[in-house]
């Protein structure tokens, strides 16, 4: 009896072993590849052998004659082109960081599927980076939405429309601070917003357009104190609605740090925090009795007019015509008070102008004597009832700082 169950027990042994052994066989990973690179470059070898034999190998299309075997390789093919590139366009959802499915569908940039999509998408870059996430509609983003840059950082955040920034929304900085908030116009600063600079602290406030201070707003200097209040123009402040109005009106603009310039009558007020100085004249002889800014000094060597900005004296001929003066100068009070701020600040172009004063106060100085003989070459221009004097190391040169005055 046992020798019976010995021999059974070898039998099944021995067919379980077949059975394993050629399980083995064809489930070993060189076994496998072999045979099956020896299979697909036999199917390839026959597929790629489209040398007709006889007329049975062609197809007529017309009056021309088609290797069967040439058509049948371009078939397969081009499904092989199809496939691969469905699958590249297929859609896919992206784990949120919540661990569980977010249900965005997810595109490279360029896939057609992207072109008719509505609702709710994240978008790759070129570099397989997150562009953006948020609305679309009809293949066009619209609606609320972030967009990135390629290191991850948030480029923009709020409404788009036509693909660009339009509605309200937040620009920001690479560091990740917001640079701008307030309302847009394809992809421009457009409307009411705020400016910030890049360590978090205001700027301004007020109106924009075309991504430029434009129309009334409020300034602050890099605490972020109000300093002024009153109009832009082409991303700068308008000086020229300093001349004429009456020191009680520039305080309520400009509320700023002061330095105050005296000699007898005549009186200046440095504004440092808007680079401009304007100086007094006396009201005794009005209504009001009150005195007005004649004229106001700005230290910059770049003069903005009507959204054109210039820096050199040919530029504001070309636009404003022949000047009305040109010349060499003796410089005035006010004009040595400039010339000496700007050596202060490291200006090099010119030399500082000897000057006598009494400083009893930090904020006020009284002038007692200055170097009157110094001169400057100026050029002096008209324009709708104001007088701008730009003053030039040369004659023909760049400008380093201008002034306006009324007429």
């Known amino acids: 009896m046992l020798s019976v169950l010995r021999i059974y027990i070898n039998i099944v042994r021995e067919k379980f072993a077949k059975i394993l052994a050629f399980i083995w066989t064809y489930t070993n990973p060189r076994y496998v590849k072999e045979h099956l690179l020896i299979r697909i470059k036999k199917f390839l070898t026959g597929l ?11 197809y007529t299309v017309f009056k021309w004659m088609v290797s069967k075997k040439l058509a049948f390789a371009v078939v397969v093919f081009l499904g092989l082109v199809c496939i691969v590139y469905i699958t ?14 977010s249900g965005i569908l997810t595109y490279r940039y360029d896939a057609v599927p992207l072109r008719f999509h509505s609702g709710q998408v994240r978008i790759l870059g070129k570099s397989g980076y997150r562009a953006y996430e948020g609305s679309m509609k009809d293949g066009v983003v619209e609606g609320k939405g972030n967009l990135y840059g390629k290191e991850g950082n948030l480029v923009y955040s709020g409404e788009f429309a036509q693909n660009m920034y339009n509605g309200t929304g937040k620009r920001y900085y690479n560091n990740q601070m917001l640079w701008y908030e307030g309302e847009f116009k394809d992809n421009e600063f457009s409307g009411t917003g705020v400016l910030y600079r890049d360590n978090g602290v205001k700027e301004y406030e007020g109106e924009f357009s075309e991504s430029e201070k434009n129309g009334t707003g409020k300034l602050f200097d890099e605490s972020g104190n109000p300093v002024f209040t009153g109009n832009f123009s082409s991303g700068e402040l308008l000086y020229s609605d300093i001349p004429g109005k009456t020191t009680q009106e520039i305080s309520d603009m400009y509320t700023g740090e002061r330095i105050v310039y005296s000699s007898g009558q005549e009186f200046g007020v440095v504004m440092p925090d808007i680079q401009a100085l304007y100086w007094g004249i006396s009201g005794e002889d009005t209504l009001e009795e009150t005195y007005r800014a004649g004229g106001v000094i700005v230290f910059k060597d770049t003069f903005c007019l009507q959204k054109r900005r210039f820096t050199t004296i040919p530029g504001i001929r070309e636009y404003l015509g022949e000047p009305v ?5 003796n410089l005035t009070l006010m004009e040595c008070v400039a010339v000496n701020l700007l050596v202060d600040s490291g200006n090099r172009e010119f030399e500082k102008i000897e000057m006598k004063s009494d400083s009893s106060f930090r904020d006020v100085i009284e002038v007692t004597d200055y170097d009157k003989t110094r001169e400057i070459y100026i050029y002096s221009f008209e324009n709708n009832g104001l007088l701008y004097t730009f003053y030039c190391t040369e004659k023909e040169g760049r400008f380093v700082f201008w002034k306006c005055e009324g007429v």
Do not use: A, F
């Open 88 to 101: 590249g366009m297929k859609p896919v959802n992206i784990m949120g960081n919540s661990g569980k499915d």
């Open 325 to 329: 003066y040109e010349g060499n100068t």
């Open 48 to 58: 790629l052998d489209v040398k007709p034999r006889d007329k049975d190998d062609y």
